[in-house]
């Protein structure tokens, strides 16, 4: 299966509630033989109603990262672990919602099928919810951010921070200068050679 007809069979996707209030789902994109893949949370608000993931605020901070680091935006794919936007309406505004286990494990057929499509050198792992799909409910972020974690033999996880945390952070520059750290692990791992 290729990852277009996988888009499209996620299109339909019941598999938990959340697709009963989200605008579409929001598929992974990018390049199907990316070097790189970036794995967060959900789609935001801007990204539900898009649908495209890390279109938003959170996925202008992860761009600014990428420049830092050297690693070109168009050469990676990004994804979610969850491919519905979970929120709380709020007048006009929907407010974001954390994903319950439940729903992270609804989605992980999809975000397994990416993985083994794009089989990247380096999955970086953007946040708890993304660590929870990919590294088990054991694994704590802020313990091991930036180290790398061998995926399989010559691929690696490095975890990090979801850049949305940044936007929420009271000292923000000191927020983005570890994340941009994790992010540049991440790019010396790929320069080092590892396939």
Not at 26 to 31: A, H, M, R, Y
């Amino acid at each position: 299966m290729s990852l277009a007809a996988l888009r499209e069979a996620a299109r339909g996707c019941e598999g938990c509630d959340l697709h009963r209030d989200a605008t579409q789902t929001v598929f992974g994109d990018g390049v199907p033989d990316a070097e790189f893949v970036f794995v967060g949370e959900q789609p935001g608000d801007q990204e539900d109603r898009r649908g495209e993931p890390f279109v938003g605020p959170a996925g202008r901070m992860l761009d600014r990262a990428l420049e830092d680091a050297g690693i070109d935006r168009d050469k990676i794919y990004v994804t979610n672990a969850v491919k519905h936007f979970k929120f709380e309406p709020r007048g006009k505004r929907r407010i974001h919602q954390k994903p319950t286990a439940g729903e992270i494990a609804a989605c992980r057929p999809w975000l397994e099928a990416e993985m083994r499509l794009v089989d990247p050198a380096v999955t970086v792992v953007l946040g708890a919810t993304a660590a929870r799909a990919l590294l088990g409910p054991a694994f704590r972020v802020t313990r091991h951010r930036g180290e790398p974690i061998p995926r399989r033999d010559g691929a690696y996880y490095v975890a990090t921070i979801h850049p949305s945390a940044i936007l929420r952070a009271p000292e923000q520059d000191a927020a983005y200068d570890g994340f941009l750290a994790d992010i540049k692990v991440a790019a010396r791992l790929r320069r080092a050679g590892v396939s």
